[in-house]
């Protein structure tokens, strides 16, 4: 079951870039809401303190958001957001509505577990590469994962973990995936560094010359 996020937003009359001005100077963030069918898109204005926080979340930018207004809630997800170039300051927001009936295509963040606990993770000199932190899912609203864990416990060096591999909620599928086999990319690549692995095939170089000098003393 997805979990919500309540934001609390009132209706903005008057639009424009001297109005959004006004409304920034006074800490609060112009946004829109558009999307559901023949509904009309709506200006709205948020509190700056409320978005700040809740931009610090993994979740405001992947999970259904419920936006408050006067009672009334739309379920919505975010879909752009202007930041200031170098002061902590959003600028803008767009959100998308949503309906519960309709399938939706969401990019959620990756978590990565046991790692260190991993074959791989306990090899000296090994690397384990992220080679992806979120992937693009479809599913219907009810269904959306604020994530997708990826359990590394079993991970050895030379191992590859493609998106296939994945472990998904019920309910939700790659979009990647349904482009075809080529698609299959990987996630995870775990293999030894470049000095440990010349290390390597140096004993293994070292021990084969000395197997093959002992066939020839035979």
């Given at each position: ?166 472990k998904l909620p019920k309910g939700t599928e790659i979009v990647e995936l349904k482009l075809g086999k080529e698609h299959d990319i ?33």
């Open positions: 079951m997805a979990k919500t996020h309540q934001l609390a937003v009132t209706l903005r009359k008057d639009e424009g870039k001297g109005a959004s001005r006004r409304l920034r100077r006074a800490g609060s963030v112009p946004a829109i809401v558009y999307g559901g069918g023949k509904l009309d898109p709506v200006s709205i204005q948020i509190a700056h303190k409320d978005v700040y926080m809740a931009s610090q979340n993994e979740w405001f930018y992947s999970a259904i958001l419920d936006l408050s207004l006067g009672g009334d809630v739309q379920k919505v997800l975010l879909r752009d957001m202007q930041r200031h170039p170098f002061k902590q300051q959003i600028l803008h927001l767009d959100f998308l509505r949503i309906n519960e009936d309709e399938a939706i295509r969401v990019r959620v963040p990756l978590h990565f577990i046991n790692q260190e606990s991993s074959p791989a993770g306990k090899t000296g000199g090994a690397i384990i590469m992220h080679e992806m932190t979120e992937v693009e899912i479809s599913c219907l609203p009810k269904d959306l994962p604020e994530f997708i864990e990826v359990d590394l416990a079993e991970l050895k060096v030379d191992d590859i973990i493609h998106l296939s591999g994945l990987a996630v995870v690549i775990a293999k030894l560094g470049r000095v440990e692995a010349e290390a390597t095939e140096a004993v293994e170089g070292t021990a084969a010359a000395g197997e093959k000098k002992a066939d020839g003393d035979k």
